[in-house]
């Protein structure tokens, strides 16, 4: 009898894989790309043939972590309800279900901005296109709901979201999310102004 093999991803994914869970679990500065390459199981010209530099591998990196993050976020916030307004409000306890998971170190894009500091560098491009499409997606909800002007309510909710990411992180408090919902209860109660 033959035992199937489990085919090995291509790899640019094995490289990027890699990169990703080490960058997120240990800090893009604590990582070098000797690490990555040995555990990736590739030779280093193979990294070099699909990212440039380490840098490259940096912005590859947030990009697709932004894509995964967003995609579950926005899938576990539709999930929770067709109300705009409760859709607003859900962003914090989807938040909390991350905050809780075992694997929680912080928003990767807020850590990669502090460790990297030059903001023309390629992964603060790519963090601060992610922040920016976090605003877009609860600006929409916003609208949504009808909150007049949208843009100040908008981003004082973006300032909770990210607060309670901060918070979370750095206390290891979990319940900084139900704390930020407290907080945009009340604005969403108010004018919003």
């Not at 990582?31 to 912005?59: C, P, T």
């Not at 995964?68 to 309800?81: G, I, K, L, N, Y």
């Not at 075992?102 to 296109?129: K, M, S, W, Y």
């Not at 007049?148 to 990210?162: D, F, I």
């Amino acid at each position: 009898m033959s035992v199937s093999k489990t085919p090995r991803k291509p790899v640019r994914e094995r490289i990027l894989d890699t990169a990703c869970e080490l960058f997120y679990r240990e800090g893009i500065q604590n990582v070098g790309i000797d690490r990555i390459i040995a555990e990736s199981g590739v030779a280093k010209m193979s990294l070099y043939n699909h990212f440039k530099s380490k840098d490259a591998l940096i912005e590859a990196f947030l990009r697709q972590r932004d894509q995964q993050w967003r995609d579950w976020f926005v899938t576990r916030v539709e999930e929770h309800s067709a109300d705009p307004k409760q859709r607003l409000l859900s962003l914090f306890d989807v938040l909390q279900e991350w905050f809780e998971s075992p694997n929680f170190r912080g928003c990767a894009f807020i850590n990669a901005t502090v460790e990297l500091a030059n903001p023309h560098h390629p992964g603060c491009q790519a963090a601060l296109d992610h922040q920016l499409a976090v605003y877009q997606y609860i600006f929409d909800l916003v609208k949504a709901e009808g909150l007049e002007p949208a843009e100040p309510v908008a981003r004082q909710l973006l300032l909770l979201v990210q607060g309670a990411i901060v918070i979370a992180m750095m206390q290891d408090r979990p319940q900084a999310a139900a704390e930020a919902k407290s907080a945009a209860t009340l604005l969403l109660n108010s004018d919003g102004s």
